[in-house]
């Protein structure tokens, strides 16, 4: 398919059959949302959701192999540790290890997730807060208060690069990622939807290599550079086909790229 050929109305439609075939639960499995899908409990579903996507960048197999185990290692009670973890616990996590994510950078992410639950109360609510705030775009300045509330407790700087920053023009993939899985709601089963206060109409897309060729070769997006200036510019065009809920798309532009090695 050529992007030449493409109306508008012929793009969208491409692209809603694909959100169709990929948003399914058949996904799950090789993806790693798989984590968080292990519970059921909203607190739960958040932190494994987020440890998960944190590490989330590699070869998939081996980030839901990481993940299961940081899980394991957390007793398969993310919260329940991530409160009551004592020194003793928190030595369970030294050895792990996931690419340049060790065990130093998971211990400042249980007290870091800690703090956030006790003072601030909890994941949500500091994404919604940043929203509220800041002259710069809604999401952006969420993820922005987000990362200076979760760096805000004594820590190694050597873990602040696991926090992505969109405020130097980072896209933020991996972040934006975690926020589709807890906002969107369109019970395929796939995306959790479990917090009401921020709107699927102002998530962003996950940039990542893959969702940035396809939208290169659809015509979607110009911008060479995969930062959050590109991650607006596709967003701002996805929103065009849906503008309540345009990141559904991240589903038809992911699986074009990974499972079809999509090309124009």
């Known amino acids: 398919m050529k992007k030449s050929v493409l109306t508008d109305k012929g ?3 491409f692209l809603g059959e694909k959100v169709s075939q990929y948003n399914r639960p058949s996904f799950i499995e090789s993806d790693p949302i798989s984590i968080p899908h292990r519970f059921s409990r909203k607190e739960d579903i958040e932190i494994a ?20 185990q940081l899980m394991e290692r957390m007793d398969l009670s993310p919260y329940e540790f991530v409160i009551s973890a ?35 109360g909890g994941m949500e609510n500091v994404f919604e807060a940043g929203i509220k705030g800041g002259n710069i775009s809604p999401m952006q300045n969420a993820i922005v208060h987000f990362r200076d509330t979760f760096i805000s407790i004594k ?25 589709r899985w807890m906002v969107r709601q369109d019970k395929a089963g796939v995306d959790f939807g479990i917090w ?8 962003q897309i996950p940039l990542d290599v893959h969702v940035g060729k396809v939208g290169r070769n659809l015509g979607l997006l110009q911008r060479k550079q995969s930062d959050w200036k590109a991650v607006e510019e596709l967003t701002a065009r996805l929103r065009k086909f849906d503008a309540k809920d345009p990141v559904k798309y991240d589903f038809a532009l992911f699986g074009l790229g990974i499972f079809e090695g999509f090309k124009e």
């Open 11 to 13: 793009l969208q439609e």
């Open 155 to 179: 820590h190694d700087a050597r873990s602040d690069k696991h926090i992505s920053n969109p405020a130097s023009n980072s896209s933020a993939k991996r972040i934006n990622m975690y926020l």
């Open 86 to 120: 004592t020194a003793k616990d928190l030595k369970r996590l030294e050895t792990f290890v996931h690419r340049t994510f060790n065990g130093l950078d998971a211990k400042f992410f249980v007290l870091a997730l800690r703090n956030i639950y006790q003072k601030h």
């Open 196 to 203: 009401k206060k921020i709107s699927p109409s102002l998530l």
């Open 49 to 68: 959701g987020f440890l998960a996507a944190t590490i989330a960048w590699g070869k998939r197999p081996v980030i839901i192999r990481n993940a299961n």
